[in-house]
């Protein structure tokens, strides 16, 4: 099978594996095995999958039925993890199964389980005092809160942004971002100091302390399940039955056709139909009194399917925002920290300008946003809970920023993605009945199954193999690794992905 002949090629010449991230062939390597050729990027970590037992096995079985006896809540419990034993790209349960994990906990795994640089942050004794109390840090910061900010932070704040405001989670981001724009958009239209009639209503909910502007989302979105947001999460049923919504407009999203060379003039007339959608809904709910004072997006979308729209669509959505004086809102909760080959996914659509807001939290370890100094807070308590941060998070994403930056795990990700999506496009080539519409960035990568049983039968014999996958949308499969994800991991999966395939 040719590509298999390629990955074992590239075995024998790994340009990219051997400290080399530019892609300098290293030859002259003496090789009796594949993994004798293989520089790994985690230390002593893992040779391949090991599967002992049915998943999940009996301990978690056990495991999950004690669990549910006390929260009620366990139906999304796949298994229990062993993490002291989980390595690198290579996750253990309590049964001790060893799985090659392309999911990483939800994409939030940033540089693979247990690396040593965070495990050394977290034995220093001079970051004793950060992980035993919790400070309110709106109120009661530690003398080394700013500098860790800006280690973990600002070392990779998006061009042109140079302010933050950290979070706990990403709903909590998404929502404050919100809340932001929000007090800017009023504090303009206004002109002036609140009105005593405006406080005063305000405690009450009611205009005009409490106008009623809106925020637009898009089809398929998912911005996180609390009850603000959940207004703006348009992908799931589940996520919104029985919730009360503050009905805020909804845009079509694009849905492209694939590949891309094949559909060019269909794809930009999606697009183009999209976007007027934004302007009319812009301007009628201004019409009603509902001004929209906010888009938001994600680069691309996770839950609902990883959905991706062109560079020119996003361009033209930032103007479409200035034209109307509305705040652009970057949801790259899920995009953000390098998976997608670029540090931020926006960094690859051109924008004449920096967004106004990107959010951000999974692999950053510690939720926030980034913001432009005209939408900054206007008074204290505007933005605030008790924690607005995790110091112990910050100390480690510190270390994980300088990983990625010496190691180039950037530049990783964009040559692994490339060459797992060979692999995909070259499997959806040989199985068409099972396989469609291959598409991704970097290691954000997805295929679709033929149907929502079949994705879902697929990733479950995938992972007796030993490889874990992700589910997303009505039918997608969906691959989030870690940024130390090499080529030689991409040959497991798609050689176990293949045989899972062969045998439907």
């Not at 790994?14 to 790994?40: D, E, I, M, Y």
């Not at 929209?292 to 560079?311: C, F, K, T, Y």
């Not at 193999?465 to 589910?471: E, P």
Request: charged residues 20%; neutral net charge.
């Amino acid at each position: 099978m040719a590509w298999i002949q390629r990955l074992r090629l590239s075995r024998i010449y790994p340009s990219s594996w051997t400290g080399c991230f530019h892609g300098s062939v290293c030859r002259g390597l003496s090789v009796t095995s594949a993994n004798a050729a293989v520089q790994k990027l985690v230390p002593n970590e893992y040779d391949g999958p090991s599967v002992k037992t049915p998943i999940p096995g009996p301990r978690s079985q056990e495991l999950i039925a004690k669990l549910d006896a006390i929260t009620k809540n366990s139906g999304t419990v796949q298994y229990f993890v062993d993490f002291k034993a989980s390595l690198g790209n290579y996750l253990v349960d309590v049964d001790g199964n060893r799985l090659l994990d392309l999911f990483m906990q939800i994409s939030s795994i940033p540089i693979g389980y247990n690396h040593p640089a965070v495990i050394d942050v977290l034995k220093s004794s001079d970051n004793l005092h950060a992980m035993v109390n919790r400070p309110a840090l709106g109120v009661f910061p530690g003398e080394t809160f700013p500098d860790m900010l800006d280690q973990a932070f600002m070392q990779c704040a998006p061009k042109g942004l140079t302010k933050v405001q950290p979070m706990m989670c990403g709903a909590c981001s998404n929502e404050n971002a919100i809340k932001q724009a929000f007090l800017t958009y009023r504090r303009k239209k206004r002109g002036g100091p609140a009105t005593q009639e405006e406080m005063d209503s305000c405690v009450t909910g009611k205009e005009p302390g409490c106008p009623p502007y809106t925020v637009l989302s898009f089809t398929g979105s998912f911005h996180g399940r609390t009850l603000g947001c959940l207004s703006m999460t348009n992908s799931k049923p589940i996520f919104r039955l029985d919730f009360p919504s503050l009905g805020w407009p909804v845009a079509p999203f694009p849905r492209l056709n694939y590949p891309l060379e094949d559909f060019v003039s269909e794809n930009k007339a999606e697009e183009s139909r999209c976007l007027q959608e934004v302007i009319r809904s812009i301007e009628e709910n201004k019409v009603r009194g509902r001004d929209v004072a906010a888009v938001i997006v994600e680069p691309i979308q996770g839950e609902g399917g990883d959905n991706l729209a062109s560079a020119d669509f996003f361009r033209q959505l930032q103007a479409i925002c200035k034209e109307h004086g509305v705040a652009l809102v970057l949801d790259e909760v899920q995009t953000g920290c390098g998976t997608s080959g670029h540090f931020w996914a926006h960094e690859a659509w051109g924008l004449p300008e920096p967004p106004d807001f990107v959010t951000f939290s999974k692999k950053m370890l510690s939720g926030g946003y980034y913001f432009k100094d005209e939408f900054a807070v206007d008074a204290p308590s505007r933005i605030f809970n008790t924690w607005m941060g995790d110091p112990p998070k910050l100390l480690m994403l510190g270390a994980i920023i300088k990983v990625i930056q010496e190691m180039d795990l950037v530049g990783q990700a964009r040559e692994s993605g490339q060459y797992m999506m060979d692999g995909i496009k070259d499997l959806q080539a040989r199985y068409p009945q099972h396989l469609s519409r291959a598409r991704g960035m970097g290691t954000h990568i997805a295929v679709d199954g033929k149907d929502t049983e079949s994705a879902a039968k697929i990733a479950s014999l995938v992972r007796e193999k030993g490889v874990i996958m992700g589910l997303s949308g009505k039918q997608s499969i969906r691959f989030r690794p870690a940024l130390v994800f090499q080529p030689h991991h991409a040959d497991i999966c798609l050689e176990r992905f293949d045989d899972v395939l062969a045998s439907l």
